[in-house]
């Protein structure tokens, strides 16, 4: 299981990341223990990238802010179940993953190519985003007030839901070397919506 792209991905992947994001992206990343592949890229293409204008741009901004809101839902379950080892783990897990799902939108955000064609462009303005989002915000507030069972329903819930759709359509859709990484990566994971429950099953059996 390699949900996020590490230095021991890296290292055993070193003809992938060369040829998609250059040599010295493989040795600064193998140099830099504390930041993992896709936060350096993300880090240098914030910094002195161009961004995708227009609404094929702002679908992957879009797809981002959405897994940083729950990202931050799990970040709450982290500090909601503190005291117990194993759920703060496996919240702390989740959290770490959804904040790479946000890069790998970040980073098609910047190497997406100007002649993509999508079929599917989901807007901030468009209602059931709107709907979302705001769903999202009050769940992140709401966490204080879960038990451990109706956190871990959330959680089974929420990565049934659209999120990982809009996600799984807008990262498929856009084709060229550098994305072709990511899903390339994230095919070798099995999809949250099919991996959290049964991670879910399994803390559920060691908590018992
Ligand atoms: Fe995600």
Same mark, same amino acid.
């Given at each position: 299981?390699?949900?996020?792209?590490?230095?021991?991905?890296?290292?055993?992947?070193?003809?992938?990341?060369?040829?998609?994001?250059? !040599?010295?992206?493989?040795?600064?990343?193998?140099?830099?223990?504390?930041?993992?592949?896709?936060?350096?890229?993300?880090?240098?293409? !914030?910094?002195? #990238?161009?961004?995708?204008?227009?609404?094929?741009?702002?679908?992957?901004?879009?797809?981002?802010?959405?897994? /940083?809101?729950?990202?931050?839902?799990?970040?709450?379950?982290?500090?909601?179940?503190?005291?117990?080892?194993?759920?703060?783990?496996?919240?702390?897990?989740?959290?770490?993953?959804?904040?790479?799902?946000?890069?790998?939108?970040?980073?098609?955000?910047?190497?997406?190519?100007?002649?993509?064609? /999508?079929?599917?462009?989901?807007?901030?303005?468009?209602?059931?985003?709107?709907?979302?989002?705001?769903?999202?915000?009050?769940?992140?507030?709401?966490?204080?007030? /879960?038990?451990?069972?109706?956190? /871990?329903? !959330?959680?089974?819930?929420?990565?049934?839901?659209?999120?990982?759709?809009?996600?799984?359509?807008? !990262?498929?859709?856009?084709?060229?070397?550098?994305?072709?990484?990511?899903?390339?990566?994230?095919?070798?994971?099995? #999809?949250?919506?099919?991996?959290?429950?049964?991670?879910?099953?399994?803390?559920?059996?060691?908590?018992?």
């Amino acid at each position: 299981m390699q949900a996020i792209v590490d230095q021991e991905y890296v290292r055993q992947h070193a003809g992938e990341v060369i040829r998609s994001f250059g !040599l010295m992206a493989y040795v600064r990343s193998l140099r830099t223990k504390n930041k993992g592949l896709l936060e350096q890229l993300e880090e240098k293409y !914030l910094s002195s #990238g161009i961004a995708m204008p227009g609404k094929l741009g702002n679908a992957y901004r879009l797809s981002a802010l959405i897994e /940083l809101r729950v990202a931050l839902i799990y970040e709450h379950m982290v500090r909601r179940f503190d005291e117990n080892p194993l759920v703060r783990a496996f919240f702390q897990k989740l959290q770490e993953e959804e904040q790479e799902h946000a890069r790998v939108m970040v980073l098609c955000l910047y190497t997406v190519d100007a002649q993509t064609k /999508l079929d599917y462009v989901p807007g901030v303005l468009d209602p059931e985003i709107r709907t979302l989002l705001g769903k999202l915000r009050a769940l992140a507030r709401g966490v204080w007030k /879960l038990s451990l069972d109706q956190a /871990l329903d !959330l959680t089974e819930e929420l990565e049934a839901s659209e999120v990982n759709v809009i996600f799984d359509k807008l !990262l498929e859709q856009t084709r060229n070397p550098k994305s072709d990484f990511f899903i390339s990566q994230l095919a070798k994971v099995e #999809g949250h919506a099919a991996a959290v429950p049964k991670r879910i099953k399994a803390l559920r059996e060691k908590l018992a």
